[in-house]
């Protein structure tokens, strides 16, 4: 089983930062998509940032776009997601999800607040 363990999330002033990391348990299978979806209770769930394995392309959602950024070590399974210049809407619980050739792994989840 893949286990995508998450952390880094936490409670934040607006304007703060915080990165989240999102470790793979295992690496015997082609990883072609990384990326970062949020929740906010009462709404979607929606994409946030996604990059990848091949030529390092990503992709932010138009919200996020130039205060967060995704990177990924593909060494490591890992994949992280730097947030700058938080605002309150950032606040939602964040997971991580990871696509092979045939299967969607989502993380357990991690709460961000971003609050005064």
């Known amino acids: 089983q893949v286990q995508l363990v998450e952390s880094g999330g936490g409670l934040v002033q607006p304007g703060g930062s915080l990165r989240l990391s999102c470790a793979a348990s295992?690496?015997?299978?082609?990883?072609?998509?990384m990326g970062w979806y949020r929740q906010a209770p009462g709404k979607q769930r929606e994409l946030v940032a996604s990059?990848?394995?091949?030529?390092?392309?990503?992709n932010y959602a138009d919200s996020v776009k130039g205060r967060f950024t995704i990177s990924r070590d593909n060494a490591k399974n890992t994949v992280y997601l730097q947030m700058n210049s938080l605002k309150p809407e950032d606040t939602a619980v964040y997971y991580c999800?990871?696509?092979?050739?045939?299967?969607?792994?989502w993380g357990q989840g991690t709460q961000v607040t971003v609050s005064s």
């Open positions: 990059i990848v394995t091949s030529g390092e392309n990503t």
């Open positions: 999800n990871v696509k092979s050739l045939f299967s969607t792994f």
């Open positions: 295992r690496s015997d299978f082609t990883i072609y998509v």
